[in-house]
Structure formats: structure tokens, C-alpha cells
């Protein structure tokens, strides 16, 4: 499918003609030279690319990490990508106990202003110093 369009080559991706000229300006794609057409013709190697920053997107890593990625997957260095995702999980999981915690101190917020009288609920000294 070599000589795409951006159009084209956007819609193959399910995304707007916009978001690759965004993903152009922030250097995660090459801007492919005007061919004698005066259209700019993208390769299948752009296609993967832009395929690649969408998975990694989805997957939660910011641009400037699928940045730092795309520099390895095409040379295939697959530990810099182990090594990425490891850390993306470490840090997803100190999320996901941070928001644990904050589940049980609201559940508890909750509990005590539902069941208790109005001088228990913190809800209401939440503008007080404790």
C-alpha cells in the first residue's frame, strides 16, 4: 500500500489528517517529500510508525516516550521496550494503590456522614484546620 496519501494513510489508522500533521510537528513522524504528482506520498514504514505511536497511545505511554521507543523498535532493540514497559507497569501500579487508598478514605467519608451526626462527618470541616 506504498504511496498513500495523508488522507489515505490517516484513514487506514482511524485517525484525522490532523492528528498525523501533530504527530509530524512533535518529530514522531518524517514529513515525506512532494512527489512529481506535487502530492506527498507516505510508505508503508510511515503506516507502521503511525500504527505503532497509536498501540503505544493506547497502551499509556506519553509522546515523548513513544519518542524515545520509536528510536529502538526500529532497530529492534527489544529491551529498551522491556524495559519502558516495566517501568509504564510500576508506575501504573503505584497509581492504581494510590486510587485503592483513596477509595477506602472516601467509602469511609461516606460511611461516617451517612451513619454518624453532623459534628462526625468530616465533609463538613473539610475548610476547618484538624
Known amino acids: 500500500m506504498a504511496g498513500l496519501t495523508i488522507g489515505?494513510?490517516?484513514a487506514?489508522?482511524?485517525v484525522g489528517v490532523e492528528t498525523v500533521r501533530f504527530?509530524?510537528?512533535?518529530?514522531?513522524l518524517?514529513?515525506?517529500?512532494?512527489?512529481?504528482s506535487g502530492f506527498r506520498e507516505y510508505s508503508e514504514a510511515d503506516r507502521w510508525r503511525l500504527a505503532f505511536i497509536r498501540r503505544a497511545r493506547r497502551l499509556g505511554f506519553t509522546l515523548a516516550e513513544i519518542g524515545d521507543l520509536l528510536g529502538?523498535?526500529?532497530?529492534r532493540c527489544t529491551d529498551d521496550i522491556v524495559r519502558a514497559?516495566?517501568?509504564k507497569l510500576g508506575a501504573i501500579d503505584e497509581q492504581v494503590r494510590d486510587l485503592r487508598l483513596l477509595q477506602c478514605r472516601l467509602r469511609r467519608l461516606v460511611q461516617v456522614c451517612?451513619?454518624?451526626n453532623g459534628d462526625d462527618c468530616l465533609a463538613l470541616h473539610l475548610?476547618?484546620?484538624l
Open 23 to 28: 504527530y509530524q510537528r512533535r518529530g514522531l
Open 85 to 87: 514497559a516495566q517501568a
Open 12 to 14: 487506514a489508522e482511524g
Open 72 to 75: 529502538p523498535i526500529e532497530t
Open 30 to 36: 518524517g514529513l515525506p517529500e512532494r512527489q512529481s
Open 114 to 116: 451517612e451513619h454518624g
Open 8 to 10: 489515505k494513510l490517516a
Open 127 to 129: 475548610g476547618e484546620p
